[in-house]
């Protein structure tokens, strides 16, 4: 017979059982590329959201969510807040972009606002404007592993308390994943009392069609470096699972890579269709190991000048 052992009343360390579990909304935000999503990354310990060397690529929200002991952190990673002006003025694109973040800071339970240690320049003040009153907020001074003097950094730090009543300062490397597990515990102090929204095991609630076009996105600029602007974009056509031969997953996936130049579209094929051929080749590796399956990818590239101006085609495309 077996029997299921109750705890000791004495049990001296509480367990995820006996603590009341603490749940609740946090957004990264920052100016672009200060690391927002590799911090994201180090805090959910998988790769949830896509980072890349190139500002201004992560367009979407995406939630990452990290259970650990009796709390449930549950990250709303905002889109870079675009300062940059076209020579059209502001795109309907940055407009959206920037509703997103003011209607998210709105929600959360604890603002994470990232800087580059040591600097703090008009951007990131344009960022730091669109919190809401009141709302706390953490300063993490990322990318300590480029400081080179530290002494400076504590002067540094005073001075920004003269600019924002921050609830705390945490100096960190995202790179790090010992300076991670401490920032969740510093979070951690700031949740609410209250259930956890998701499932333990979950780390994102993104659907796989949207991961999919998160990872050719990811390969679209890792392999054309600079070279392509930040307007280019993905749209998922087809997304169909069927069953495969020895009973696993078998996905038929068909992407469009939308630039805005026919010089762009030259840029993603690459001489000979080398570029492209090899875009779909690492996306589709990638993906095969994220949802276990074996991948069919099917990758085209269409221009379509002036997108990002183009209201309800946007919406078509994703970005409201
Ligand atoms: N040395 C160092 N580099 C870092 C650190 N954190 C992030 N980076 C790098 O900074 C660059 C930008 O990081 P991301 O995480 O993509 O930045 P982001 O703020 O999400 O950028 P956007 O998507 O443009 O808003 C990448 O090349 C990262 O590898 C850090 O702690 N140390």
Same mark, same amino acid.
């Given at each position: 017979?077996?029997?299921?052992?109750?705890?000791?009343?004495? $049990?001296?360390?509480?367990?995820?059982?006996?603590?009341?579990?603490?749940?609740?909304?946090?957004?990264?935000?920052?100016?672009?590329?200060?690391?927002?999503?590799?911090?994201?990354?180090?805090?959910?310990?998988?790769?949830?959201?896509?980072?890349?060397?190139?500002?201004?690529?992560?367009?979407?929200?995406?939630?990452?969510?990290?259970?650990?002991?009796?709390?449930?952190?549950?990250? +709303?990673?905002?889109?870079?807040?675009?300062?940059?002006?076209?020579? #059209?003025?502001?795109?309907?694109?940055?407009?959206?972009?920037?509703?997103?973040?003011?209607?998210?800071?709105?929600?959360?339970?604890? +603002?994470?606002?990232?800087?580059?240690?040591?600097?703090?320049?008009?951007?990131?003040?344009?960022?730091?404007?669109?919190?809401?009153?009141?709302? %706390?907020?953490?300063?993490?001074?990322?990318?300590?592993?480029?400081?080179?003097?530290?002494?400076?950094?504590?002067?540094?730090?005073?001075?920004?308390?003269?600019?924002?009543?921050?609830?705390?300062?945490? %100096?960190?490397?995202?790179?790090?994943?010992?300076?991670?597990?401490?920032?969740?515990?510093?979070?951690?102090?700031?949740?609410?009392?209250? %259930?956890?929204?998701?499932?333990?095991?979950?780390? $994102?609630?993104?659907?796989?069609?949207?991961?999919?076009?998160?990872?050719?996105?990811?390969?679209?600029?890792?392999?054309?470096?600079?070279?392509?602007?930040?307007?280019?974009?993905?749209?998922?056509?087809?997304?169909?699972?069927?069953?495969?031969?020895?009973?696993?997953?078998?996905?038929?996936?068909?992407?469009?890579?939308?630039?805005?130049? /026919?010089?762009?579209?030259?840029?993603?094929?690459?001489?000979?269709?080398?570029?492209?051929?090899?875009?779909?080749?690492?996306?589709?590796?990638?993906?095969?190991?994220?949802? /276990?399956?074996?991948?069919?990818?099917?990758?085209?590239?269409?221009?379509?000048?002036?997108?990002?101006?183009?209201?309800? #085609?946007?919406?078509?495309?994703?970005?409201?």
């Amino acid at each position: 017979m077996t029997d299921t052992a109750a705890p000791p009343p004495d $049990s001296p360390e509480p367990t995820a059982d006996t603590e009341p579990r603490r749940c609740g909304l946090i957004a990264i935000v920052g100016r672009p590329n200060v690391g927002k999503s590799t911090l994201l990354n180090a805090l959910v310990g998988q790769k949830v959201s896509i980072t890349s060397r190139k500002a201004q690529t992560t367009r979407h929200r995406i939630t990452g969510i990290a259970t650990e002991g009796t709390t449930q952190f549950v990250f +709303v990673d905002t889109p870079g807040f675009q300062t940059r002006h076209t020579s #059209r003025g502001t795109t309907a694109l940055n407009r959206a972009l920037n509703k997103t973040v003011q209607s998210v800071l709105g929600d959360v339970d604890l +603002v994470v606002f990232v800087v580059e240690a040591g600097r703090f320049g008009l951007d990131d003040a344009k960022v730091l404007a669109l919190v809401p009153p009141g709302k %706390p907020v953490l300063l993490i001074a990322n990318k300590l592993d480029l400081v080179q003097r530290r002494a400076e950094l504590a002067p540094w730090l005073k001075s920004m308390g003269e600019r924002h009543a921050f609830a705390e300062y945490v %100096p960190l490397s995202s790179k790090r994943e010992d300076d991670a597990k401490r920032l969740l515990k510093v979070i951690e102090a700031y949740l609410p009392e209250q %259930p956890w929204y998701y499932d333990e095991d979950a780390v $994102s609630d993104r659907s796989e069609k949207f991961l999919a076009g998160e990872m050719i996105r990811e390969k679209l600029f890792r392999l054309t470096g600079d070279e392509l602007p930040y307007t280019s974009t993905v749209v998922i056509e087809k997304f169909d699972e069927e069953p495969g031969h020895s009973g696993g997953r078998f996905m038929k996936i068909a992407a469009t890579i939308i630039v805005e130049r /026919d010089g762009h579209k030259g840029i993603v094929i690459g001489d000979g269709g080398e570029r492209l051929k090899r875009i779909g080749t690492e996306a589709r590796t990638e993906l095969e190991k994220l949802f /276990d399956a074996k991948v069919f990818l099917e990758l085209w590239v269409k221009v379509r000048s002036g997108w990002a101006d183009d209201e309800a #085609r946007l919406k078509s495309y994703g970005y409201e």
